[in-house]
C-alpha cells in the first residue's frame, strides 16, 4: 500500500510554482486531502501551485486531523472505502468552517448501510456543498503528467465550478456535471466490471468476447444507477463509459488485476496480499448483489464476479452462465426489469 505522508507538502509550507500551470484566479485557496495513499496524492499534485496551500493528513500521518482541516475552503476525501464512515464521523465531531467544500473521490458503497461516500458525506453535513470527483484516472498516469479528464459533480453548481476551477491544469481536464449520484455510481459499478474484464483477458477469451462484456456492462450500470436515481446520460460521459474503457483495458486498474490473476488461477487472498493499493470492486460487488436483490436489478455481469469472487464458481463456469442465459433483444433490458 502506498503511504505518503506530509513530507513533500507539509501544513505550513507555501508551495513551489509549478513551472507548467498557469496562475488560477480563484478565491479558493487552501486544500486538506485526507487519505494520502495513491489517489490522494496524485490530487495533491494536481493542485499544487504557489497559491495554494495544501495540508494532508491519513490515519498514520503526525498531523492532527483538526489542525490540517481548520479553514479549509475545501476537504477531500480520498480515503478508500472502508474507512470512509470513520473519518467522515472524526470530521464531524471536530466541524467543519461554514462554507467549506467537500470533495469525495472515493469510488465504493458501503457494506453497512449501502450508502455512497457523498451521500455519507452529505450526511454528516448537511450545510456543506458536497461535490463528487471521479473519471478516467489512473493515478499512475496522472503523476506522469499524461492527459487526463475527470468531472466533479454535484447538485451546487457554483461549488462545483469552484472545484473545476481548482483542480484544472493543461493536462486535467475538469468537466463539470449536475449529477453526482450518477458521476459517483460511473466510477464505482465500473470497478465490477474492470475485475470481469481481467477474466476475460486472464482467460484470453478474445477481442470479440472482451467487446460484448463491456458494451452489456454499461447497461447494466445505467439499471443500477437509474434505479437509485441516477440520470442515464451520465453514464455515457467519462465517469461512467470514460471510467469503464479506462479501467477495463489496462493492467494499472488493481479491479483488473484482481479479475486476471483470478483467472489465472491465484486466490483472491493471494492476489490482495500483492495488490498495490486498493481494489473497490471486491467490496463493491459483495454490496451491489445486496443492492440489486432489494430492488430486484437484473445485474447478470456483476452477480457472475460476485459468485467468483466469493468461490462458489470458476472463471470457466461464470462464462459458461453468461452465455447460456435466455436469449434477448438486445435493447430489451435498459430500463426495464429482465431475468438475470
Ligand atoms: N488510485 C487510483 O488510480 C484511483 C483511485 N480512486 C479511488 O480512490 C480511493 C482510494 O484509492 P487509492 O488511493 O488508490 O488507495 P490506497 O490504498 O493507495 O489509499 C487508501 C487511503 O485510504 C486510507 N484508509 C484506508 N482505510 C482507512 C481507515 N479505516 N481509516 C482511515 N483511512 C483509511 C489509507 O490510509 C490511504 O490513505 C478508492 O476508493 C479508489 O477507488 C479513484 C480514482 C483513481
Ligand atoms: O478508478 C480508477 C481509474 O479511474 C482506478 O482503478 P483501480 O482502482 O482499479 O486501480
Redesign the pocket.
Known amino acids: ?4 505522508i506530509s513530507t513533500q507538502v507539509s501544513p505550513d509550507d507555501t508551495l513551489r510554482a509549478a513551472a507548467d500551470i498557469a496562475p488560477c484566479d480563484s478565491a479558493i485557496k487552501t486544500l486538506a486531502v ?9 490530487l495533491a499534485a494536481i493542485a499544487e501551485r504557489s497559491e495554494h496551500k495544501i495540508r494532508m493528513w ?3 500521518s503526525p498531523e492532527n486531523l483538526a489542525d490540517v482541516i481548520a479553514g479549509a475552503d475545501i476537504v477531500l476525501s ?7 464512515p ?2 467522515a464521523e472524526q470530521v464531524r465531531q471536530i466541524g467543519l468552517t461554514e462554507g467549506t467544500i467537500i470533495v469525495t ?4 458503497l458501503d457494506p453497512k448501510t449501502l450508502r455512497t ?1 457523498s451521500k455519507i458525506w452529505q450526511d454528516a453535513f448537511p450545510d456543506h456543498p458536497v461535490v463528487v470527483l ?2 478516467p ?4 498516469e ?1 503523476v506522469q503528467k499524461l492527459p487526463a479528464a475527470t468531472v466533479v459533480a454535484s447538485t451546487d453548481i457554483p461549488a462545483a465550478e469552484s472545484v473545476q476551477e481548482f483542480f484544472s491544469t493543461d493536462t486535467f481536464r475538469v468537466y463539470v456535471n449536475t449529477d453526482p449520484i450518477g458521476t459517483e455510481l460511473g ?2 459499478l465500473k ?1 465490477v466490471m474492470a475485475i470481469a474484464s481481467g477474466v476475460c483477458d486472464g482467460m484470453k477469451l478474445g477481442t470479440n468476447a472482451k467487446a460484448a462484456l463491456l458494451t452489456r456492462a454499461l447497461p447494466e450500470m445505467i439499471r443500477v444507477g437509474t434505479t437509485l436515481g441516477a440520470s442515464a446520460e451520465t453514464f455515457f460521459g467519462l465517469s461512467g463509459l470514460g471510467d469503464l474503457l479506462a479501467t477495463c483495458d489496462s493492467p ?3 479491479n483488473y488485476q484482481v479479475g486476471f490473476g483470478l483467472a489465472r488461477g491465484k486466490t483472491l487472498v493471494e492476489i490482495l496480499d500483492q495488490l ?3 481494489a ?1 470492486g471486491v467490496n463493491t460487488a459483495r454490496v451491489l448483489v445486496r443492492l440489486a436483490n432489494q430492488h430486484e436489478i437484473p445485474i447478470p455481469i456483476s452477480r457472475q464476479v460476485s459468485r467468483l469472487l466469493k468461490g462458489v464458481t470458476t472463471p470457466q463456469e461464470a462464462v459458461q452462465a453468461l452465455m447460456e442465459r435466455d436469449l434477448k433483444p438486445e435493447f430489451c433490458d435498459l430500463f426495464e426489469d429482465d431475468d438475470s
Not at 485526507?34 to 496524485?42: E, Q
Not at 480520498?78 to 470512509?84: D, F, N, P, R, T
Open positions: 500500500m502506498i503511504e505518503r485526507i487519505g494520502v495513499g495513491a489517489w490522494g496524492s496524485a491519513s490515519r498514520r480520498a480515503v478508500s472505502m472502508k474507512g470512509v470513520s473519518v473521490a472515493t469510488k465504493g461516500p471521479s473519471g484516472n489512473l493515478s499512475k496522472i466510477g464505482t470497478n494499472l486498474s488493481r498495490e493499493g486498493t473497490e
